[in-house]
């Protein structure tokens, strides 16, 4: 018995510490407490997670789990939608239009739905609100990344010099798709992209189309726009599937993540785009 209170009391120590603990770099949420297992999001350096009590006690050393509050953008093969278009109970939400691509959770009593898209083929996308419960590498989370703009951290060595936004030298593509599946990926500000990087990143903004019957004809068809209507940087869109449903997120705020390039012979730049979403 006494053991029993001995082992209970580190656990709640632990825990403690846990959901004090703040990220000093950006980490992969899992779907479970497992490497191989998909990503659903990113949390950025400097955060402090929600830890989500219910699921501490079954969750395995060296793992967090945290609370996710929603919504989420996921798919749903036709053959479970209802007459009212919505998910039947039970049903299994995907992260992508694909079988294998990972179950971002089931469909429960109380869920709410929306269709925000319609990609070929029998699936449909839908935006679900609940609350999820991901899973944090306690070791991922804690270990140190690249800087990337973030505040000067004290006793750090000199970072070095970054070329100057928007005007960065030509570098020569990248391969795309580089990136390891759930691998963490800093959060830049538009304001700030780090050019010439393979490591894909996080970054928000308005997505437009740059075809225009009075204009040539840019280097890419779709780009990013900051708040005041700029141009922050073209969006390659060629690794993408079912850009078919493309029109859906114009003049919407998205999330794009992807590698920052240099377009060669100019002063632009493209973001290789691996994944995209609803803000």
């Given amino acids: 018995m006494k053991t029993k209170l001995i082992l209970l009391a580190l656990f709640a120590a632990t825990a403690a510490r846990a959901s004090a603990a703040v990220l000093n770099a950006t980490a992969a949420v899992h779907t479970r407490p497992d490497e191989a297992s998909p990503s659903i999001t990113f949390l950025k350096a400097g955060s402090e997670p929600v830890p989500a009590k219910d699921a501490l006690a079954t969750t395995p050393a060296g793992w967090l789990a945290v609370e996710l509050p929603g919504p989420f953008e996921c798919y749903v093969q036709n053959r479970d939608l209802t007459k009212s278009e919505d998910p039947r109970l ?7 239009p ?4 990972g179950v971002l959770t089931t469909f429960e009593p109380g869920d709410k739905s929306r269709i925000t898209g319609v990609p070929p083929g029998r699936w449909t996308q839908l935006r679900v609100d609940k609350k999820l419960v991901g899973y944090v590498r306690i070791g991922a989370a804690t270990s140190a990344l690249p800087a990337i703009a973030t505040a000067p951290a004290t006793n750090a060595s000199p970072a070095p010099a970054q070329p100057a936004p928007m005007a960065p030298a030509p570098t020569s593509p990248t391969a795309y798709g580089s990136a390891a599946p759930g691998q963490a990926a800093p959060v830049v500000t538009l304001n700030d992209p780090v050019v010439g990087d393979t490591l894909p990143r996080l970054l928000a ?4 189309s740059t075809r225009s019957a009075f204009h040539p004809r840019r280097p890419y068809d779709w780009a990013l726009n900051d708040d005041a209507g700029s141009r922050v940087a073209y969006l390659d869109l060629s690794r993408l599937l079912l850009t078919e449903q493309i029109e859906n997120y114009v003049d919407h705020a998205v999330v794009v993540f992807g590698a920052v390039h240099a377009v060669p012979g100019t002063k632009d730049i493209v973001i290789g785009v691996e994944s995209l979403q609803l803000k």
Wanted: aromatic residues 14%.
């Fill in 90 to 96: 039970g049903a299994n939400l995907y992260l992508r």
């Fill in 98 to 101: 694909k079988a294998d691509s």
């Fill in 205 to 208: 903004g308005k997505f437009v």
